[in-house]
């Protein structure tokens, strides 16, 4: 059980993190308007890092099913529509996070299980 909280933790701690470095270091603001070419890096960047989080999340874990891809996705997508809701803005980043990053985590998990067959 300590294995899949962690899994959790720092899938989602991947998320947060490379979305975090890539607003700071291209030093856009995340619920301002962007040029469309960064709304596509992002999404690509994104979709990545989403994959990446819920490879990792399964790494820790070591589950035989997705349910916890589909818990880091809920808490992805959670996070998501709450700042959605709370932010003032521009929401693109947020319908992202819910529309494509989050079930790419759940991807990142179907790929950990299909490498480790």
Do not use: C, E
């Amino acid at each position: 059980m300590a294995r899949k909280i962690l899994g959790i933790i720092v899938g989602y701690a991947v998320f947060v993190i490379s979305s975090l470095a890539l607003f700071r270091i291209s030093g856009q603001a995340p619920h301002a308007t962007a040029a469309i070419n960064f709304m596509i890096l992002t999404v690509i960047y994104g979709t990545l890092f989403s994959i990446i989080s819920g490879f990792v999340a399964q790494f820790i874990a070591k589950t035989k099913d997705l349910k916890l891809n589909f818990i880091l996705s809920s808490i992805i997508a959670g996070f998501a529509i709450f700042s959605f809701f709370k932010a003032t803005g521009s929401h693109w980043t947020q319908i992202l996070a819910i529309f494509i990053f989050a079930p790419a985590s759940i991807l990142g998990g179907l790929l950990y299980h299909r490498k480790n067959r």
